[in-house]
Nanobody, 123 residues
Framework: QVQLVESGGGLVQAGGSLRLSCAAS????????MGWFRQAPGKEREFVAS????????YYADSVKGRFTISRDNAKNTVDLQMNSLKPEDTAVYYC????????????????WGQGTQVTVSS
């Protein structure tokens, strides 16, 4: 059974940093793009960032470019999201996801999802 489990969420002041982590288990994720999404209250879930299987290619939403960094460790089956210069509008539940594709610029139709972790940024 495939599981994606997020951790690292919490409450932080504007301008601060948080590092989210996603632990994947249940299968090999070779050939899978890993992504992070978020959903704020009353809003649709939106794409945040994605990373290729090798880690050599990444893709970011414009709203987080330059502030967030996605990375993965295939030996540990983990994918992280380093979030710096956080803003109140970054407040959301953040989800880890996996998709079997070689296209890193993919923002929809992911195959597996985690349960999410809450990030709250106070002003």
């Amino acid at each position: 059974q495939v599981q994606l489990v997020e951790s690292g969420g919490g409450l932080v002041q504007a301008g601060g940093s948080l590092r989210l982590s996603c632990a994947a288990s249940g299968r090999t994720f070779k050939g899978y793009v890993m992504g992070w999404f978020r959903q704020a209250p009353g809003k649709e879930r939106e794409f945040v960032a994605s990373i290729s299987w090798s880690g050599a290619s990444t893709y970011y939403a414009d709203s987080v470019k330059g502030r967030f960094t996605i990375s993965r460790d295939n030996a540990k089956n983990t994918v992280d999201l380093q979030m710096n210069s956080l803003k109140p509008e970054d407040t959301a539940v953040y989800y880890c996801a996996a998709k079997r594709t070689m296209v890193v610029r993919t923002t929809t139709s992911y195959d597996y999802w985690g349960q999410g972790t809450q990030v709250t940024v106070s002003s």
